[in-house]
């Protein structure tokens, strides 16, 4: 069936370093992928997404990257501060409708 | 522009007892979802939306219901609340038509005792 998980439960940085949060996929079918991240006490917000046909895309201050070959996505986090301090979740489109949400990466900085 | 809006944001129900979750959006779109999320978990698709009159099944739909009688409100029905449902709950919604980017509500924390 169709899962989406990460390899690290958390993870901790330091201050004005990269952070990155990687995150497994099993449907090779999936059209797209998207990171969100969660605050404590809030609901997910978007960051950025990236279609199955592309290898990368950067936004501000973050980057994906999949690789398709191995079913693994990545999210780059250039420059961390202590705002990027919460749940970071992978998805997975689901035929165009809906999406998996994986178990999530916390991503504590460090000052 | 609110966005999503869900009510309430805190709820304890006895077992046995029921609810409605209240979940409105204001941007005018077309797809809507309901998400749980467990303590230390991700997000599990209880029901969506794909417009207004259109519901269909998620990964978790049992002891739920849903409506989706105009395009902004999307209430979540529990009709016999279990322990098992004690978790957050998120409503979300999205344009579609090849928008991926999905607007989530503050959640509602439903505890059943």
């Known amino acids: 069936g169709e899962s989406v998980g990460l390899h690290l439960p958390t993870l901790s940085v330091q201050e004005g370093d990269n952070s990155i949060i990687n995150c497994a996929y099993s449907n090779s079918a999936s059209d797209y992928f998207i990171w969100y991240k969660q605050e404590s006490g809030k609901g997910p917000q978007f960051i950025i997404d990236?279609?199955?046909?592309?290898d990368k895309r950067q936004g501000q201050r973050v980057t994906v990257l999949l690789n398709k070959t191995v079913k693994h996505l990545s999210l780059q986090i250039a420059a961390t501060q202590p705002g990027d301090s919460a749940v970071y979740f992978c998805a997975e489109n689901n035929y165009g409708q809906n999406f998996v949400f994986g178990p999530g990466t916390r991503l504590s900085v460090l000052p | 522009n609110a966005g999503v809006t869900q009510t309430p944001k805190f709820r304890i129900l006895k077992i046995g007892q029921s609810m409605t979750l209240q979940c409105t959006q204001d941007?005018?779109?077309?797809?809507m979802y309901w998400y749980r999320q467990d303590p230390g978990m991700g997000l599990k698709l209880i029901y969506y939306?794909?417009?207004?009159?259109?519901?269909d099944k998620g990964e978790v739909p049992n002891g739920y219901n849903v409506s989706r009688s105009t395009t902004e409100d999307f209430p979540l029905r529990l009709e016999l609340a279990a322990p098992s449902q004690t978790s957050v709950y998120f409503c979300?919604?999205?344009?579609?038509?090849?928008?991926?980017?999905?607007?989530f509500g503050q959640g509602t924390r439903l505890t059943v005792v």
């Open positions: 939306s794909v417009g207004a009159g259109i519901t």
């Open positions: 979300a919604s999205r344009q579609g038509q090849g928008r991926t980017e999905a607007f």
């Open positions: 941007m005018n779109h077309n797809y």
């Open positions: 990236i279609r199955s046909n592309m």
